[in-house]
């Protein structure tokens, strides 16, 4: 960051922390009044323009738009304003090309006589490696009946302890026994799964730990570790930076090469998710475009449930939103309840942002995100430092002082309304809440046969069934109780909740009836690390909940159980040939799969709800109770125990988790990116600056964005007699452009790969060749739902062909594109309306520009792909209002002229020749002077890389 050159340097004020004198830009001084009154998430954009305005591609325009953002009934108008984040995070998937890109502008650079260790990103950056896994060995578990009989099972199934003839054969050649499995399978599958990484993806991680070495500012994590997203929360976030060489201080703003990158809006760092190109831009010191929208007050109030768990509270807040309509807009928690929900709850919510139509959804910071960051085992000095910067920046949130703040609209959400359900009994989709579970069910019990219907008479309500003397079954009975699933059985706050239940039942002398069956089953080998280590494990065993292995069990049908099967079958047996029926209940922690036929046949009535309920539903034995008013079970001195009297606090379970869950998971975290793991330390990479391509490689390949470039930028050339490669319609997404699935095998790409030596069954996909040009070359716009009207019948193969009009024969895509480059031919398309929508990835720009296209011609733009054309030197150029392609009887099948010249301006009208001699003027959708700039030089990596070789020479 280069401080002290933006337009605003006489905001910058001194702030003395721990007797050090920083500096910081104290953007109030703009307008004191009108800062109060900006939402936090509007705050931080306007320091971030502030600190980078520079007058070029940041400009005071810029900051005038977000400091007189203006609010009202309708909200303000939605603008595209410049961005530079704080930092970057990828994922490996996206990231690759990024550091590709890297690599061949150093060898570009060489080529032009330059120094190639001027070649670094700017804005520091993390690469995560463990986006793109596959598990291998985990799938593949063979139990052994008999000798001649093999039977495969998922790794979910385990056998039972009492199975001990079985054995389990792991394809890695391990054999152990059931009462090892899930430990063993655990160790060997992951460094199996590992080891298979590494053999298959060995070309990637090689450049991915070079460019860890020879780059500034770019650190790459490990694989073995997690989701970027979580380590990111876990490790990475600073919520703010301290620049120690500058004595600067500033907030920790973040873009992200995937959508999941909103999450961190739930910490306080105001994060986007963007495509390629755009984290290359912005990794390269240049701007991104983002939208100031308006900015939605969600106020939560009310003290929840005493039995709500973050589950509930998070499902009914996102359920809010949804209904109240907030597409488009930025929304911003806040309100005196907001303490009630966790850092991991915040960040579930905002994780869900665009699922719900929002373009953020943010929490400000405040004490909680603060002490969260100090929970996980980070320097606490170095968070109060922190927190005395936001406090004097005014961007920390103290209680109730919001009131001064305007948003466009204001919801409010009363979390005590929010009350603890179960779904059942027969869909997921059915919801009761607890306080009404006890009159539904003997509703149920009657209504006609449907979804909450048994149709049982009423001479029969009152009937039970004894299996033996300590066995009674009555309607609502619960014979099963299972915590399971991969999600909410995962759930930190959810799981440790009911491990407290389970402490504090026992020690008020509580158990489970015996003819209820209990299992546990989790969705991580981590809950059983915190259950054990928290003491809560013991409880939750003592009570019969043993875990059984990981994943889902009944939830779908997994029920190996036979003696609770053996006894409920006899009992409905009985009371279908003597009284006609009798229905009992399962209670299940799974995800929406609590219909019967794949939970147990012989039980009617099914409910999901979270893994402290179930615990709570198996104490009481039954349905057919009302928690509030009757006791959950009686005392060995028959004194009646209340769920009110044993149910976990906030504030227990906050302790234990910061205690067991957060320090452990940080520690372990900060160990493995350090000291890295034997198949990462282990892996060789060159020691020096400019990248070995390996000629043999189709994975990799030094790409030839810059095989013509010059040290300074060419003057700007009409586009004369252009073909068009294809004539396209309304709504061509980036799907079409640049598929992401498998490579057929009667394509372009699979001749290339065939010719390479590739057999079909290495082809891979497109996604994981995305560091090979020519493949992606070969990819781009070959999508069966493409329609290319240049071609009137249906090609036999499966690759999109066009018309090669100076012969008019049909080709391959292409083949034909490279017909036109050896002939020195330019070739444009033309599209209708939305051209380009969908999510942005970079070889949909790079995709074309290998294609030789050098104009889209479109009635419309998808916004983020107009900009990442410019961003690869291809003209975007809309038709005049009124006008397309069939008004102005466009066939195809003209030749082109585009009129051009250096002294273009922003969407300035361009005049078109056809060959025939008619013409018409089209806009030039270069909307701003840094697209402009950009596309004089060719494109944005043409200009990075001559402003950081060649900065004397370039524009």
């Known amino acids: 960051m280069c401080f002290g050159k933006s337009q605003y340097e006489k905001l910058i004020q001194p702030i003395i922390i721990d007797d050090e004198i920083y500096h910081h830009y104290d953007v109030s001084q703009l307008n004191s009044q009108v800062f109060s009154q900006l939402p936090y998430c509007i705050r931080l954009l306007l320091e971030s323009t502030v600190r980078n305005c520079d007058d070029v591609l940041i400009l005071k325009e810029h900051v005038e738009q977000i400091l007189n953002w203006t609010n009202g009934e309708d909200g303000g108008k939605s603008v595209e304003i410049p961005f530079r984040p704080s930092r970057i995070i990828m994922q490996d998937f996206s990231g690759l090309p990024a550091i590709i890109d890297l690599a061949a502008m150093r060898e570009a650079v060489v080529k032009l006589g330059g120094d190639a260790m001027k070649i670094h990103p700017v804005c520091p950056t993390t690469l995560l490696i463990d986006y793109n896994l596959e598990a291998d060995v985990a799938r593949k578990i063979v139990r052994k009946t008999s000798p001649n009989q093999n039977t495969e099972y998922p790794s979910t199934l385990i056998p039972v302890e009492n199975d001990t003839n079985s054995r389990i054969h792991l394809e890695c050649g391990y054999e152990i026994c059931p009462f090892h499995l899930q430990r063993t399978i655990c160790a060997n599958a992951l460094e199996r799964s590992q080891q298979l990484e590494f053999e298959r993806n060995i070309e990637r991680l090689q450049i991915l730990k070079w460019s860890a070495k020879a780059f500034k500012n770019l650190s790459v ?24 060489c500058n004595k600067f201080i500033y907030p920790d703003t973040l873009i992200g090469t995937d959508s999941h990158t909103t999450i961190s809006n739930g910490f306080g760092v105001l994060s986007y998710g963007v495509g390629s190109i755009e984290a290359e831009s912005a990794m390269f010191g240049q701007p991104i475009k983002i939208v100031l929208s308006s900015v939605v007050g969600y106020k939560l109030i009310g003290q929840p449930h005493f039995m709500s768990t973050s589950i509930d509270l998070i499902s009914a807040i996102i359920k809010h939103i949804r209904q109240v309509g907030i597409c488009g807009k930025y929304v911003e928690f806040f309100g005196p309840s907001i303490s009630y929900l966790s850092v991991s709850d915040r960040s579930s919510i905002a994780n869900l942002c665009a699922d719900i139509g929002a373009l953020l959804c943010y929490f400000p910071h405040d004490e909680l995100s603060i002490k969260h960051f100090v929970r996980t085992g980070r320097d606490e000095k170095l968070f109060e430092k922190i927190k005395t910067y936001l406090i004097q920046a005014k961007l920390f949130s103290v209680a109730n002082d919001q009131s001064e703040i305007v948003y466009t609209q204001v919801y409010e959400l009363d979390l005590s309304s929010v009350l603890p359900n179960c779904s059942g009994p027969k869909r997921p989709q059915d919801k009761v809440t607890l306080n009404a579970m006890k009159s539904d069910y003997l ?205 976990p606090t906030r504030e227990e379970i906050e302790t234990i988790e910061e205690e067991y869950i957060l320090k452990h998971m940080f520690q372990l975290t900060d160990e493995i990116i350090h000291k890295g793991n034997h198949q990462w330390n282990s892996l060789k990479t060159p020691d020096m600056a400019q990248y070995p391509w390996a000629e043999y490689s189709t994975y990799i390949k030094c790409p030839p964005f810059f095989d013509t470039i010059t040290s300074t930028p060419p003057s700007l050339q009409s586009i004369e007699n252009a073909h068009v490669l294809l004539y396209l319609g309304d709504s061509v997404t980036t799907d079409h452009i640049s598929p992401a699935g498998s490579i057929a095998r009667n394509t372009s790409a699979a001749k290339y790969l065939s010719l390479k030596g590739v057999v079909p069954r290495d082809y891979n996909s497109f996604g994981s060749r995305r560091g090979n040009d020519c493949v992606m070359a070969r990819g781009t716009y070959n999508h069966s739902r493409l329609v290319n009207k240049l071609v009137r019948s249906k090609s036999n193969t499966t690759s999109i062909t066009t018309v090669y009009l100076p012969t008019g024969e049909e080709l391959d895509l292409y083949d034909a594109a490279e017909k036109y480059r050896r002939n020195g031919e330019c070739v444009i398309v033309l599209a209708g309306k939305d051209y380009g929508c969908g999510p942005p990835r970079d070889w949909v720009a790079k995709g074309p520009w290998m294609l030789g296209i050098r104009a889209i011609l479109a009635e419309s733009f998808e916004p983020i792909h107009r900009n990442n054309l410019i961003g690869m030197g291809i003209l975007p150029l809309q038709f005049q209002d009124g006008d397309n392609c069939s008004k102005l009887n466009l066939s195809g099948k003209e030749k082109y002229t585009i009129q051009l010249s250096n002294d273009i301006k922003c969407k300035q009208l361009v005049n078109i020749t056809l060959h025939t001699g008619r013409s018409f003027s089209m806009i030039a959708r270069i909307d701003t002077q840094a697209e402009l700039i950009y596309y004089k030089n060719g494109g944005l990596l043409n200009y990075v890389l001559r402003e950081m070789a060649f900065k004397d020479k370039c524009e």
Not at 221 to 244: R, S, T
Not at 451 to 477: A, E, M, R, Y
Not at 524 to 539: D, I, N, P
Request: proline share 6%; with cysteine; glycine share 8%.
């Open 221 to 244: 994590v490990p694989p073995g570790i997690g989701m970027c997203h979580e380590i990111n929360l876990e490790y990475i976030a600073k919520i703010a930076v301290f620049d120690d």
């Open 443 to 647: 509703e149920c019990l009657v209504n006609p046969p449907g979804f909450k219907g048994f149709n049982l008479p009423s001479s029969h309500l009152n009937c039970s069934v004894t299996i033996d003397q300590s066995i009674t079954l009555k309607h609502g009975s619960i014979v099963l109780a299972a915590l399971t699933s991969c999600t909410n059985a995962s759930h930190p706050s959810a799981m440790l909740t009911a491990g407290l239940l389970a402490k504090k039942a026992i020690e008020s002398g509580l158990i489970i009836q015996p003819y209820t069956h209990t299992t546990l089953s989790p969705g991580s080998g981590l809950v059983t690390t915190y259950l054990r280590e928290s003491g809560a494990m013991k409880y939750l065993e003592q009570l019969g909940f043993k875990i059984v292995g990981y994943g889902c069990t009944e939830c779908i049908g997994n029920d190996n159980a036979d003696g609770i099967k053996l006894n409920v079958k006899e009992a409905v047996q009985y009371v279908r040939i003597n009284i006609n029926n009798l229905i009992v209940a399962g209670m299940f922690s799974g995800n929406n799969r609590n219909n019967s036929p794949r939970t147990n046949s012989v039980i009617k009535a099914n409910y999901l709800t979270s893994p402290p309920v179930v615990l709570a539903y198996a104490l009481a034995g039954t349905v057919i109770i009302d928690f509030d008013n009757e006791p959950i079970g009686y005392t060995k001195e028959i004194d009646p125990v209340y769920i009110k009297e044993i149910w």
